[in-house]
């Protein structure tokens, strides 16, 4: 895809949806945290759904370590690999507070190091909790980057990387959010529905469906 269509297609995606902002429902950065931390393999909705029941009881990590792994287990168990995610989130309580003081840390380096944290999650917080210009690159965002031409790479790492180059400064903050929706919605694995794209004609994607099709 060449810059011009780069640039022209985030501000199609700016004018669209001026504020993009996560689907998952959060009130403060540890809120994020583990919301996101829950949303490995699983979906928004059903993320929302157990975090409903769960954050009104405990929010912050001094509250999710008095729980423990079998108390959460009883909010988040309708979301997949609750086991696991439960012992995560727990343990993570526990290290934000011995080495934190219960605050969510605000470096790549230290967000990692907690339990469950990966890179993506990582990047998550950091763009939607603390402002910073990170591009955290799931399935969605690793496809459409790949079909579009917008930005190529064999593994996320080189698309986010990718990513980070060819993208504007200016839109840089948001645009996770403004790809990881079309990923969702629109430019679907099995079957994208190119005649609902914004930007089906700066798309290089060589099998795009019809309007009639989609």
């Not at 689907?23 to 929302?48: F, H, I, K, M, R």
């Not at 526990?94 to 605000?106: A, D, I, Q, S, T």
């Not at 907690?114 to 990047?123: C, E, I, S, Y």
Request: hydrophobic content about 40%; glycine content about 6%; some cysteine.
């Amino acid at each position: 895809m060449p810059t011009a269509h780069v640039r022209d297609m985030f501000e199609r995606f700016r004018e669209l949806d001026p504020k993009p902002a996560t689907e998952l429902e959060y009130s403060t950065p540890y809120e994020l945290l583990v919301a996101v931390t829950l949303s490995a393999q699983a979906t928004d909705v059903g993320v929302n759904k157990a975090t409903r029941r769960l954050f009104p009881v405990a929010n912050t990590p001094a509250a999710i370590a008095a729980l423990g792994e079998e108390g959460l287990k009883r909010y988040i168990n309708t979301i997949g690999l609750y086991n696991a995610k439960a012992a995560n989130v727990v343990a993570m309580a526990r290290l934000l507070l011995e080495r934190h003081g219960g605050e969510v840390p605000r470096t790549r380096e230290e967000l990692e190091a907690l339990p469950g944290v990966g890179r993506k999650t990582a990047n998550v917080v950091l763009n939607t909790a603390f402002g910073q210009p990170t591009m955290a690159v799931d399935t969605h965002i690793f496809r459409v980057s790949n079909r579009t031409g917008l930005a190529y790479g064999k593994d996320v790492r080189a698309v986010e990387d990718r990513l980070l180059k060819r993208v504007p400064a200016e839109f840089l903050h948001a645009a996770h959010h403004w790809l990881i929706l079309p990923g969702r919605y629109v430019c679907k694995a099995r079957r994208p529905e190119c005649g609902h794209c914004v930007i089906r004609d700066l798309c290089t994607y060589p099998d795009k469906t019809s309007a009639e099709a989609a």
